[in-house]
């Protein structure tokens, strides 16, 4: 074989073409896996891509329930400001002390509701009506 030059040089030849077939094979096999990830990661981000919008709406319904606490908040500031005005035109004449019952009489009798006032003076609308009844007993009963 190796005596004949031409069937040396068509060996030579044909192995170094197999050579280069392999490296193209390979070559194109190590491109179709970087494809395949590349496209593995396009997925992803376009998965992503939706978790901003998820993450926008999420933040815009915290901003409006601090709106909502915000705005509650002013009001109780608004009645605490009214009450502290009324104590100081008082001028502290009286020497007694206003129970929460009497408070609650009083803003009941001036047409404030049951709901509103369980909240403003911090108990449970059960809490309200029990005091509003037992004072309504107490009246019958007299």
Known sequence: ?????????????????????VLVGVFFLWLRRRRR??????QLQVARESEPDIQLRNLENQIEKLIAVNNELNER??????????????????????????????????????????RQFGRNKGEIELMLNLRRMRREGE
Do not use: C, H
């Not at 030059?5 to 170094?16: A, D, E, K, Y």
């Not at 990830?37 to 396009?42: R, V, Y």
């Not at 009941?108 to 369980?118: H, M, N, S, V, W």
């Open 1 to 21: 074989m190796l005596e004949n030059p031409w069937l040396f040089t068509v060996f030579f030849l044909g192995g170094i073409f197999t050579f280069f077939a």
């Open 37 to 42: 990830a590349f496209d593995e990661e396009l």
């Open 77 to 118: 500031l608004k009645w605490i400001e009214s009450q502290l005005s009324g104590l100081l035109a008082q001028g502290g004449k009286s020497n007694r002390k206003t129970t929460l019952e009497e408070q609650v009489y009083r803003a009941f009798d001036r047409g404030q509701p049951i709901t509103e006032l369980a």
